[in-house]
């Protein structure tokens, strides 16, 4: 039973027509140039790349930024010999589109995390935060370059 109202409801979706907003994200016509880029280096190695895959090079619409990244680690509860067991994330950017009068955007964002006691761990679940972090930044971006140029 469970096996047909699944493929039901997939068919219906499949067949509806819907599709992501973000589907052809990708394939938009639309060139991001970074002319500076300054903060966490992690961070901006995750969006440089996010941008140069969504750019393209040969796109009539350009468009120029400087980014500036910042990303903070803070203690947020510790155990009673003093080990740190949750951590707060912090990570901001800065994006100025040069191309447009010098338009300044904020993006921000933080999540509360747990220490893992293999450092490795910790520094992989971080290393992801920030590329997820970078991968929604650069959709946002491209939505909202996107919305200045057809105005």
Do not use: H, W
């Amino acid at each position: 039973m469970k096996k047909i109202i699944l493929l039901i409801v997939f068919t219906m979706i499949y067949g509806c027509g819907y599709t992501s907003v973000l589907k052809n994200q990708n394939q938009q016509d639309i060139k991001i140039s970074i002319k500076n880029i300054e903060g966490d280096f992690q961070t901006n190695n995750f969006i440089k790349n996010q941008i140069k895959l969504s750019s393209n090079p040969s796109s009539s619409k350009n468009f120029d930024v400087n980014i500036l990244s910042k990303y903070d680690k803070i203690i947020i509860a510790k155990d009673s010999a003093g080990v740190a067991t949750d951590y707060k994330i912090n990570i901001s950017l800065n994006i100025t589109i040069l191309s447009k009068n010098n338009i300044k955007i904020n993006y921000n964002d933080s999540i509360n995390i747990k220490n893992y006691s293999e450092n490795f761990e910790q520094i992989e679940y971080e290393r992801e935060i920030k590329k997820n972090f970078a991968s929604d930044v650069k959709d946002k971006l491209i939505l909202y370059l996107l919305s200045l140029d057809d105005s």
